[in-house]
């Protein structure tokens, strides 16, 4: 039908300026405007109305006659040319606005998410839960236990993070978990993972902005920061284009030695990972005086990026690393000063887009103790066709990319990998209708 009312607008024009052709152009004009009527009520071949094909073979035998008529060839091709450039136009207009709500889609939180830390919160001030036992508070201070930092503003996000890990981990008495969050998710973390247990862990919830810090200009607010996220693509002379997306660390892990002063060694998670074997043994790892434990992706190399850098000097073997799973030597960090070395590559930076990308690289060159491929399967947020039994055999899963498993947009194919860590008899998530 659409293609029939394409050729029909094109030809009606010419015919109606024939006089001889009154009846033709009468019958055209009725066609058409039967054919827009039906079009503008429906979207699917289903949503037709019935005996739609004899008005079909109408519009057919209508056209026919139009092609068989001595019309100026010239205005039926400037007609056509004026449909394709308003085709065109209609479509970028489609593509720039699916892009638009794509982006608002995945940037905003969900309403049922909303609602869940809305909730939380009210719930805290109605029945606040009874403070920490001394006990508790040594354990987040002893730095012979295995400590992970999660920076996060999402608590089912936190909660699966904590879930999967505990849930694989062979002693979890010896995992404490500090969540990092803002004052605005704050008391909502507390009441959610004080009334929720996770084996024999324990989780303490943090607000960065109420954290009073040493080098930290009291008129200065700090603000929570979660990794960042960006898609790096260049092309090379004889080889396909190279993209990937990398997360590095964000300006609040760079907070991590004053937040944690008692702690010597944390495993920082990325909220958007889910955790399918011991990470005990990570604390085994003896990392040769580097600082960062991280995966690496050596199909980029900093020196290829080297237009972002500027005049800095790069080593041609370095490569580029990703946050999600990373093993932070804190006593290593505070010799080397990585957090100042940071602050001032930050100061000399000017473009604030790739700030975070360019810095996280550059203070690390040299410090990342490079972990084994198969601790980590990173993608599962933007790429489709990830094999099953990959996704089951890794040993955490990454969902860097926009498609975060908690939005609809979520690749369904992996998100079931992420929802069995979630509550769902728990009746906060009824409520809010998170299923």
């Not at 109305?49 to 400037?78: F, G, Y």
């Not at 794509?102 to 905003?108: K, L, N, P, R």
């Not at 109605?126 to 508070?137: F, G, M, T, V, W």
């Not at 085994?284 to 991280?294: C, E, F, L, S, T």
Request: net charge negative; proline share 4%; charged share 25%.
């Amino acid at each position: 039908m659409k293609d029939l009312l394409y050729v029909a607008r094109a030809y009606y024009p010419s015919i109606a300026k024939l006089p001889a052709y009154d009846k033709l152009s009468h019958e055209m004009k009725q066609n058409i405007q039967e054919f827009e009527r039906v079009l503008s009520v429906t979207t699917v071949d289903k949503d037709l109305p019935p005996l739609i094909d004899p008005k079909l073979t109408k519009m057919e035998a209508v056209i026919a006659q139009a092609k068989a008529c001595r019309v100026d060839c010239s205005n039926v091709d400037k007609k056509f040319r004026q449909l394709v450039d308003l085709t065109e136009d209609e479509a970028t207009f489609h593509m720039r606005q699916s892009a638009f709500l794509y982006q608002v889609a995945v940037q905003t939180m969900p309403k049922s998410h909303h609602c869940l830390s809305m909730r939380l919160t009210v719930e805290y001030f109605r029945d606040p839960p009874p403070d920490i036992d001394q006990s508790l508070a040594e354990r987040h201070l002893n730095p012979d236990l295995h400590h992970f930092v999660i920076f996060s503003s999402n608590v089912l996000a936190s909660s699966a993070v904590i879930n999967s890990t505990v849930t694989h981990a062979k002693e979890s008495e010896n995992q404490v978990f500090h969540v990092v969050t803002d004052k605005q998710n704050y008391f909502a973390m507390k009441l959610w993972f004080s009334r929720n247990k996770y084996m024999e862990a324990t989780v303490e919830v943090l607000n960065i902005e109420d954290h009073k810090l040493e080098n930290n200009n009291a008129s200065t607010s700090i603000h929570l920061s979660l990794p960042e996220e960006y898609r790096v693509s260049f092309h090379k002379v004889d080889r396909p284009p190279t993209t990937e997306y990398l997360s590095v660390f964000s300006h609040s892990h760079y907070l991590l030695p004053e937040i944690f002063p008692s702690l010597k060694k944390v495993v920082v998670l990325d909220d958007d990972i889910i955790v399918q074997k011991d990470l005990s043994v990570l604390w085994g790892i003896n990392m040769d005086g580097k600082v960062n434990g991280a995966v690496q992706c050596c199909s980029i190399r900093l020196i290829q990026l080297r237009k972002l850098f500027a005049d800095k000097r790069l080593d041609e073997t370095s490569c580029a690393w990703m946050s999600g799973l990373n093993i932070v030597d804190l006593a290593r960090w505070r010799e080397q000063d990585i957090s100042g070395r940071y602050l001032k590559l930050v100061t000399e930076m000017k473009s604030e887009e790739t700030v975070a990308l360019r810095a996280s690289l550059l203070t690390f060159q040299g410090e990342v103790y490079a972990l084994d491929d198969k601790w980590v399967l990173s993608g599962l947020g933007h790429r489709y066709g990830v094999h099953t039994e990959a996704v089951k055999n890794a040993g955490v899963l990454h969902f860097n990319g926009n498609m975060k498993p908690w939005l609809e947009l979520g690749i369904r194919n992996y998100t079931f990998f992420w929802r069995k860590f979630l509550n769902q008899e728990n009746q906060f998530l009824s409520d809010c209708n998170i299923n």
